[in-house]
């Protein structure tokens, strides 16, 4: 059977309190506030949130004398690398972080190395690089894009807006990044660990890929905040553009004020000492994410044309 607590990463008493009704055997640390854009505007609560929060859960372990029964896994990040000193990133690539939200992460990255080192405490951190899937927020670039593209798509939008086109990620599936996390905290030693497919791909790569999947492509014309989508061919019945229509504009305002251009990295520490190998490709991601997006905008096709069958967005 499972519960529902509620909490708050800035709240200690809170977070002692709970710890000690529920006595876990691991705790998955992913609260944060995870927006790095968003963070820019709210450093102070980004800095609460994400690095004095993890601060938190640690020190109520310490506090209630669970350090040898808690098992804790920390959300860390690949923002972590921000302007990259050196290419794939590993373990051991130093850091230089480029936003508040990466630079909060870095505290609690950093706090988590010295609690374990100080208290003998099974904690851990998870440097994921980029982890998408259908129920990705909204806002984040790889959502925005597979429902920009599915609402373009069936008639609902007319475009869409992004910033940096040039930007690469490494980007995986969430599933396979929930499994390793599951797995780190399974190993004998307790560790820090690059979570990542190895392999990178421009922002403009994935809105490609994007629109493939409902058998439009595009061409991209212009540089920098004078560049533009459009669609090329249609080859799906279902899904007919006109060609030469303008889908895709820059909008200076979804810039960073401090960029990350190229995250890539080397998980061969997962892969060589856990076994861990990831099981879906970008395409498969994009497959996913879109025919999710696909299905759900559907609905609200049918919602907008005067239908009134009630909706579960989960299915």
């Not at 998955?28 to 859960?57: C, K, Q, W």
């Not at 129920?135 to 429902?147: A, P």
């Not at 790569?205 to 409902?214: I, K, N």
């Not at 251009?261 to 000492?273: E, P, Q, T, V």
């Amino acid at each position: 059977m499972y519960f529902l607590h509620y909490g708050d990463m800035t709240d200690s008493t809170n977070l002692i309190r709970l710890i000690q009704e529920i006595q876990p055997d691991e705790i998955y640390n992913l609260a944060a506030m995870s927006h790095v854009h968003v963070s820019f505007e709210i450093p102070e609560y980004t800095a609460n949130a994400d690095g004095i929060g993890t601060l938190r859960i640690l020190d109520a372990v310490r506090l209630l004398g669970l350090e040898k029964k808690t098992r804790i896994y920390q959300a860390s990040t690949s923002e972590l690398f921000g302007k990259v000193q050196e290419i794939p990133q590993t373990e051991k690539t130093p850091f230089y972080p480029r936003s508040p939200y990466a630079v909060a992460k870095m505290y609690a990255y950093w706090i988590t190395v010295n609690y374990r080192e100080a208290y003998g405490m099974y904690a851990c951190n998870g440097i994921l690089f980029n982890h998408e899937s259908p129920i990705r927020g909204e806002t984040f670039v790889t959502r925005k894009i597979t429902r920009a593209t599915s609402r373009i798509a069936l008639g609902l939008q007319d475009k869409f807006y992004l910033g940096n086109l040039d930007a690469q990620r490494d980007w995986g599936h969430a599933k396979d990044y929930v499994r390793m996390m599951w797995m780190i905290l399974q190993a004998d030693e307790a560790e820090d660990w690059v979570i990542a497919t190895g392999k990178t791909t421009t922002v403009r790569d994935f809105v490609r890929m994007s629109f493939l999947e409902v058998g439009i492509d595009l061409e991209f014309k212009g540089e920098g905040v004078n560049e533009k989508g459009f669609v090329k061919t249609c080859n799906l019945e279902e899904f007919q553009l006109p060609i030469g229509k303008e889908v895709l504009n820059i909008d200076p305002r979804y810039f960073r004020p401090t960029e990350v251009d190229l995250l890539i990295g080397d998980a061969s520490k997962a892969n060589n000492k856990l076994g861990w190998f990831p099981e879906y490709d970008l395409k498969g991601l994009v497959k996913d994410m879109m025919q999710s997006d696909i299905k759900l905008m559907k609905k609200q096709q049918y919602l907008e044309k005067g239908g009134y069958k009630t909706l579960n967005y989960f299915e």
